[in-house]
Each structure stands twice: as structure tokens, then as C-alpha cells.
């Protein structure tokens, strides 16, 4: 976060300053606990039911299972090497290795917040952020969903996790970050969590390659109650997820939690009359979707617009992820199984770019007096630009290490099966 959206602030919770004695803020430690909670709500059950209920019924707690594993994965190595690799100190790209195993971090220790004299609890923060970590592993799950062994997924998130998002929070968030000196905005993770996450799925699609039957047969989702709930838990954690960002129960926060609201309402509209336009209908998993596609497009710029500037963001991402799953999905020729980078990589990218906008105070924004837009949004891009490139090619190295390794897809007969016969001995429906 910057002040004036411009210069850095001091202090800045990213870079944690410790302290033996200090009297922590009881209420915005307590808002930091039930944000972390709300957050770890969007992996399980959230995201875990929201792609359950997207695949087929034989396929379904395979996604379970490797989204509860990959986020267990990543929480074990946010806590050995990840927090301090992201937030202690470093150079501009990675920090250091000061706090592996979260050496120095008591119950005393405590992080400032974006307020002089503020601070909360370290551990707090560690989790808070961990549970960002967890999640962001976890959404490439969907893209690569029904034909992945679950091996070489779990390789495939602890090189990704160290190589690509461990050096994207630094860049965004920490002090010494590339992309914060640069002045880059991302209140929540529209660049760290979504477009990271997304274009890994992109990659881990195109990859893996399509389905058996993908374009040839129907892959309907076998339960889209169960998508419905999970999408709904989602819209409740990100509250949390974007709210929480602000580190303190403050009026921030209340912009944020507000702003989370509006874009996903404006969204859902949004795709439902899209759809009903050009199908005739309007669709559940139409609605629901749109709610995921303005989550993910007001990440970025939760703290920073204001409602005005929500709602447009909200519409905007509403329009981006139909065309992303639809539209683009088809020209891109990739079997992105829950469509991650069509929802989360587009709607990420639209969300960064128009967070240089809409921060603008003619606009509604907190940008200060000085702000200029064209600038903003060239800085913006150069975000966008770098995570893209970044994620991809780590994932792409990746993928290659868990193929060469394990071997990245079960074979034709496994996957014709079910993964949860063929890869856990389970079943999740007696016929």
C-alpha cells in the first residue's frame, strides 16, 4: 500500500518490525483472527465444493483432495521458508532467509499496521498471510482438474510456491519490492493470487492437454448445488480475504468489505443479463460464476476506489469472465477444466488495470490530489506484464520437473475410471 497511492508509507506492515513489549491493538488483532478465519473458509469448504460440484461424479474428491493437500503443502512451507522469504527484508525481487521456521516470531513479537503506533500480533499476520498463500496454490487445481496425478501435483505447487508466488508477494508487498518501489497497486492480490494462480492453470492446461472426450463429449458438472454453496462460502471469506487487508478494524476495512459487496452484485447481473441476451436464458452457474468473476476483479482495488468505482469494476469483470470462459476459452484452445485463468486470470488483469483508474479522486478514489491515471495504469500494466511472464515460466519449469519426475497425467484407463477409484480407492456416491 502506498500513501497517496504514489510514495511508500512508513511503516509498512510487509516488512514486519518486531518488538518485545508493545501493546498490540486488541480489536484489530481480533478483526486479523476472524479475517484469517473467513480466508481459510474460501479454500475449505469454499473453493473445494465450488470446484467439487464442477466436475464429473467420479472426479469429484479427487479435486477435494488435492485442493486440501496443495493448501496443507503450502501453509508447511509458508511456515518453514515462505513468510520469510517473502516479507524479511531481501533485495528488490526475494527477501531473505532471517525467519525460516518462523525463527524470532513469539507470542511478543508484532507487525505495524498502515496507522503510526499500530500493531497487531506477528503470528497473526503469518497466518493471514499463509492463508493467501494456501489459496492461491490452490486455484490452479481447477485448471488441470480430472487428469493430473495427484503426485505431481503436489511437486509441481512446492516449485511454483517457492519460485513464483514467494517472489511475486515480495515484489507487490514488502518495502524493498520491485513493484512496490515501482508504485504498482494490489490492496488484496489481484496480481499475487489471481493473475499468478491463473496463468500457472493456463500453462499446466495446455500441458497436461485436454481431456479424454474434450470437445467431442459432454463434461457436464455433476452437482452444481454443491458449486453454488462453494461459491457462496467464497463470497462470504472474501470479505475477509479483501477487508482484512487493511490490517486494522478502521474505515478502510469498511470500504473494502463494502466495495467486496458491490462488485460481486454488480457482476452477477452483469453475466446473468449477458447470458439472457445472447442464450435466452440466464443460468445458475452463470450467477455464480459472475459472483467469483467481481470478487476476483475488485481484489486489487477493494481499498482504494470508491463504490462508484466498485461497481463499475464489478460490471467490467462481470462482462470479462463470461467472455473469458466463452470467447476466449475457444480461441485459446486450452482444456482450462474450471476455467482458473478464464475467470481468475482475465478478471485479474481487468481488476489490476482499472484499479489505475478508478483510484483516481475525480473518480471517487483514494488517490492523492496529484494522481494521474495514464501514468498509474502504465505502471499497473507493468505489473500484469511481469506476473504473467514470471508465473508462466516458472510453472512451465514446473510442470517439466513433475513430468520428468512423476510423470504429470494418469493414463487413459485411470482417467476413463476416475481418478477417485483410480488415485485415492474411494468413491464419493454408492451406484
Known sequence: ????????????????????????????????????????????????????????????????????????????????????????????????????????????????????????????????????????????????????????????????????????????????????????????????????????????????????????????????????????????GWFGFNAGSALEANGTAALAFVNTMMAAAAAVLVWSAIEALLRGRASMLGAASGAVAGLVAITPACGTVGVGGALAIGACGGAAGFWGVNALKRHLRADDSLDVFGIHGVCGIVGAVLTGVFTAPALGGAGADDFDIVRQVGVQLAGVGITLAWSGFVAFVAFQVAHRVRGLRVDHDAEREGLDISAHGESAYEI
Not at 507470542?107 to 489459496?135: C, D, K, N
Open 1 to 236: 500500500m502506498q500513501d497517496g497511492f504514489g510514495a511508500a508509507t512508513a511503516p509498512n506492515p510487509a516488512t514486519p518490525a518486531t518488538g518485545g513489549c508493545m501493546v498490540v491493538a486488541k480489536a484489530d488483532t481480533a478483526w486479523m483472527f476472524f479475517s484469517t478465519v473467513l480466508v481459510m473458509l474460501m479454500i475449505v469448504p469454499g473453493l473445494a465444493l465450488f470446484y467439487g460440484g464442477l466436475v464429473r461424479a467420479k472426479n469429484i474428491l479427487s479435486v477435494l483432495m488435492q485442493v486440501l493437500v496443495v493448501a496443507s503443502l503450502a501453509l508447511v512451507l509458508w511456515a518453514a521458508y515462505g513468510y520469510s522469504l517473502a516479507f524479511d527484508g531481501g533485495n528488490a525481487f526475494i527477501g531473505g532467509l532471517g525467519k525460516a521456521m518462523l525463527a524470532g516470531v513469539s507470542p511478543a513479537s508484532t507487525v505495524a499496521t498502515f496507522t503510526q503506533g499500530v500493531r497487531i500480533p506477528e503470528l497473526v499476520y503469518v497466518a493471514f498471510q499463509g492463508a493467501f498463500a494456501a489459496i492461491s496454490c490452490a486455484l490452479v487445481v481447477g485448471a488441470i482438474a480430472e487428469r493430473a496425478k495427484f503426485a505431481a501435483v503436489l511437486l509441481f505447487t512446492a516449485i511454483w510456491f517457492t519460485f513464483a508466488y514467494l517472489p511475486l508477494a515480495h515484489m507487490v508487498w514488502a518495502s524493498s519490492g520491485f513493484l512496490f518501489k515501482l508504485g504498482a497497486l494490489d490492496f488484496a492480490g489481484g496480481t499475487v493470487v489471481h493473475i499468478n494462480a491463473g496463468v500457472a492453470g493456463l500453462v499446466g492446461a495446455y500441458m497436461l492437454g485436454p481431456r479424454i472426450g474434450f470437445g467431442r463429449e459432454r463434461l457436464s458438472p455433476h452437482n452444481l448445488p454443491l458449486t453454488y454453496v462453494g461459491a457462496s462460502l467464497l463470497w462470504v
